[in-house]
């Protein structure tokens, strides 16, 4: 097992508290996008606000499964505030921003691979992934500049 951080979300299924990286569904669909991965609470674990972003230490397996359950819940750390990725300037360019994204690998784990059109012809584009993916590796697979197009964000990362 490694301890690893991850920003979740607490979404209930069948009475049970679950930690994933989108809310997912209410119900349980088998590697329904993007519900494909989430980790295990324990039943007395209470959380407040579940539609808001929690920072949580999970006990996560060695071998990630390729969807299911990756851990346990260990400790809640609280709510985590608004990102800065609304700050951002956002690319207009639809084709480049189109050809990133197309470039993404299934090596990476990505939970959910998103795009969405922003007032003034402008593009949020968006690859959330399992672990976090090295720099250069970014840097080789995406080109570069790929920091202005897409964002990046791991679910886990080591603590």
Same mark, same amino acid.
């Given at each position: #097992? @490694?301890? #690893? !951080?991850?920003?979740?979300?607490?979404?209930?299924?069948?009475?049970?508290?679950?930690?994933? /990286?989108? &809310?997912?569904?209410?119900?349980? $669909?088998?590697? @329904?996008?993007?519900?494909?991965?989430?980790?295990?609470?324990?039943? =007395?674990?209470?959380?407040? =606000?579940?539609?808001?972003?929690?920072?949580?230490?999970?006990?996560? #397996? %060695?071998?990630? +499964?390729?969807?299911?359950?990756?851990? %346990? $819940? #260990?400790?809640?750390? &609280?709510? $985590?505030?608004?990102? %800065?990725? =609304?700050?951002?300037?956002?690319?207009?360019?639809?084709?480049?921003?189109?050809?990133?994204? =197309?470039?993404?690998?299934? *090596?990476?784990? +990505?939970?959910?691979?998103? !795009? *969405?059109?922003?007032? &003034?012809?402008?593009?949020?584009?968006?690859?959330?992934? !399992?672990? /976090? $993916? +090295?720099?250069?590796?970014?840097?080789?697979?995406? &080109?570069?500049?790929?920091?202005? !197009?897409?964002?990046?964000?791991?679910?886990?990362? /080591?603590?």
């Amino acid at each position: #097992m @490694a301890l #690893m !951080l991850a920003e979740v979300f607490f979404v209930r299924r069948s009475g049970r508290l679950f930690a994933e /990286p989108t &809310g997912g569904t209410e119900r349980y $669909v088998p590697c @329904a996008d993007p519900q494909c991965w989430w980790a295990e609470t324990s039943p =007395d674990l209470e959380v407040t =606000d579940a539609d808001q972003r929690h920072l949580v230490q999970i006990d996560a #397996m %060695n071998a990630y +499964p390729d969807h299911g359950s990756i851990g %346990n $819940v #260990m400790q809640v750390h &609280g709510r $985590v505030g608004t990102s %800065n990725a =609304d700050q951002r300037e956002l690319p207009s360019d639809l084709d480049a921003v189109s050809d990133c994204l =197309d470039r993404v690998p299934e *090596s990476w784990l +990505p939970y959910e691979v998103r !795009l *969405s059109e922003r007032p &003034g012809q402008r593009w949020d584009a968006f690859v959330g992934t !399992l672990l /976090p $993916v +090295p720099p250069q590796e970014l840097r080789a697979v995406l &080109g570069e500049g790929w920091d202005e !197009l897409i964002r990046i964000e791991p679910w886990l990362r /080591p603590c």
